[in-house]
């Protein structure tokens, strides 16, 4: 069974730090005392006992500590977990317990770029920042070793994991990819980490791609494709905007009643507009003194 935090209760510390810091003035007035008013077989037991008092109030007076906004003390006695005082201030407890701080703050820290394989087989590099904090004092501190290596370690992991699973880009439209979803995949990211360090008592806040870039080994041969690809989705869009004025052209003309076209002469009519409208420069008119039929 995992380790849950225990709110532990403790003393006021002011109120012991008062009482404490009264008791050696006394123990020094009953020496002063007893030199003074006392016989000397009386004065050595009065000595000895001021001087108990005195090493008693020092050996209690450990068990005063202070907790800071957003910090934890986790008390050990002889090994044990005792609990865990969260609220801030002065506080005394057994001087007997071992006192171990543990800060509740929010972090955040940027991974290595790590150098992977996407979905594709393709070699990229990665990074991502995460941002946690500590939600359980006494998981974060017996569950694991070093609970702050543990979520550095982890998420790298996690990172390692969620870039294999996708890729780097998506050449369908229903393809979640590492640069075009950039949102679910930080999402994705945030799930697997916190599934990895939920047993070390930390909460995941925000996981995000920090870097992302191909490798530089194939990095200008897969520029070279973004381009390729970007121009063929551009001249799909300009073709099929195209057709679409075209059809609208033919259907103007015929209800309109503003010429009759044979089959053929919409073919010619077709092919010229398609021209004009799906060339990359500038077309130059051409006046037909003839017809198509001679």
């Given at each position: 069974m995992p380790l849950k935090e225990i709110d532990r209760s403790t003393t006021s510390g002011l109120a012991a730090a008062i009482v404490l810091s009264v008791v050696p003035p006394l123990a020094i007035w009953?020496?002063?005392?007893?030199?003074?008013?006392l016989p000397p077989q009386e004065r050595g037991l009065v000595i000895a006992s001021a001087a108990f008092v005195i090493v008693l109030d020092i050996f209690l007076a450990r068990g005063l500590f202070t907790v800071a906004p957003?910090?934890?003390?986790?008390?050990?006695?002889?090994?044990?977990?005792?609990?865990?005082?969260?609220?801030?201030?002065?506080?005394?407890?057994?001087?007997?317990?071992?006192?171990?701080?543990?800060?509740?703050?929010?972090?955040?820290?940027?991974?290595?770029?790590?150098?992977?394989?996407?979905?594709?087989?393709?070699?990229?590099?990665?990074?991502?920042?995460?941002?946690?904090?500590?939600?359980?004092?006494?998981?974060?501190?017996?569950?694991?070793?070093?609970?702050?290596?543990y979520v550095h370690v982890q998420s790298e992991a996690a990172l390692r994991n969620l870039a294999t699973g996708y890729p780097y880009d998506a050449h369908?439209?229903?393809?979640?990819?590492?640069?075009?979803?950039?949102?679910?995949?930080?999402?994705?990211?945030?799930r697997e980490i916190e599934d990895r360090v939920s047993k070390a008592g930390v909460d995941v806040l925000e996981a995000r791609i920090s870097?992302?870039?191909?490798?530089?080994?194939?990095?200008?041969?897969?520029?070279?494709?973004?381009?390729?690809?970007?121009?063929?989705?551009?001249r799909q869009k300009i073709v099929e905007g195209a057709v679409g004025m075209v059809e609208m052209a033919l259907d103007l003309l015929s209800v309109?009643?503003?010429?009759?076209?044979?089959?053929?002469?919409?073919?010619q009519m077709v092919s010229n507009l398609l021209v004009v409208l799906c060339g990359e420069r500038s077309t130059q008119p051409v006046i037909n003194t003839g017809t198509i039929y001679q």
């Amino acid at each position: 069974m995992p380790l849950k935090e225990i709110d532990r209760s403790t003393t006021s510390g002011l109120a012991a730090a008062i009482v404490l810091s009264v008791v050696p003035p006394l123990a020094i007035w009953m020496v002063v005392y007893s030199a003074r008013n006392l016989p000397p077989q009386e004065r050595g037991l009065v000595i000895a006992s001021a001087a108990f008092v005195i090493v008693l109030d020092i050996f209690l007076a450990r068990g005063l500590f202070t907790v800071a906004p957003n910090q934890a003390q986790v008390l050990q006695l002889v090994g044990r977990y005792s609990g865990s005082v969260r609220k801030a201030g002065l506080h005394w407890a057994n001087p007997f317990f071992t006192k171990h701080k543990v800060s509740l703050r929010v972090r955040n820290f940027e991974t290595a770029r790590l150098k992977v394989n996407d979905h594709d087989a393709n070699p990229i590099e990665i990074a991502a920042v995460v941002v946690w904090k500590v939600v359980d004092s006494a998981e974060a501190l017996f569950e694991v070793d070093n609970y702050e290596n543990y979520v550095h370690v982890q998420s790298e992991a996690a990172l390692r994991n969620l870039a294999t699973g996708y890729p780097y880009d998506a050449h369908l439209e229903d393809t979640i990819s590492l640069r075009g979803n950039t949102d679910v995949v930080a999402g994705q990211l945030k799930r697997e980490i916190e599934d990895r360090v939920s047993k070390a008592g930390v909460d995941v806040l925000e996981a995000r791609i920090s870097h992302l870039a191909y490798a530089p080994e194939i990095a200008t041969a897969m520029l070279q494709r973004q381009q390729a690809s970007a121009i063929i989705a551009a001249r799909q869009k300009i073709v099929e905007g195209a057709v679409g004025m075209v059809e609208m052209a033919l259907d103007l003309l015929s209800v309109k009643g503003v010429i009759i076209l044979d089959e053929e002469r919409k073919a010619q009519m077709v092919s010229n507009l398609l021209v004009v409208l799906c060339g990359e420069r500038s077309t130059q008119p051409v006046i037909n003194t003839g017809t198509i039929y001679q």
